[in-house]
């Protein structure tokens, strides 16, 4: 992997994925969530990564098929449970990830281009976006909804390198599923998996040569 101290260096853009990126303490806030419902703690990722029905709810929400509130029907019947806003209710303990947030503030404070690649939660009635208030973050938000093409399709790696103007040898990449850093790796982009925050923000310090040392989360 090519290192870089900089703009104008080997890197110039930093793409972040935004769930178990941005944000932390997914898993355990939708556990929560579940058992507060009487449900069993594993209810919510059953049902939207093995149920049949789930599953097609939740790629056609990621690709813009469906919104938010009709996802919200369907699943909340999946589940058994009230439809209304379940999205946002589901996500209101997950939290932002403070030292990832500090890291895209440094790059960009540095004159990196910073873009937000994200598989999409839908954005209306709830946007989990500005709730973890990281919209501001970004020169680029590339969101699966808005594209009607999600992660791990090519096409919408070659979208946010696009808009951000930069070769994907330019740019650093952060996602935490590891399905979706091939594709990156493709372009030529540097891939980091994100599994460990301050492990993922010390790699992050050391390829672009940022600190978040003296920035407020």
Known sequence: MAGGTGPGTAYRGLILDFAGVLTTGVLEAHRQWCVQQGLDAEAWRSALNHHPEGRRLYAALECGAIGQAEWNVGTAAILGVEAENLMGRVWAGVRPAAGMIRLAKSARAAGYTVALLSNS??????DPYAAAGVWELFDV????????VAKPDPAIYRIV???????????????????????????????????????SVARLEELLGVSTAAVAA
């Open 121 to 126: 939660f839908g954005l209306d009635p709830y």
């Open 161 to 199: 390198l696009e808009r951000m103007g930069l070769p994907g040898e330019a740019c650093v990449f952060v996602d935490d599923h590891p399905v979706n850093l091939p594709p990156a790796e493709a372009l030529g982009i540097t891939t980091v998996l994100a599994e460990d925050e301050t492990q």
């Open 141 to 148: 938000a590339v969101i699966s909804e808005r594209e009607r």
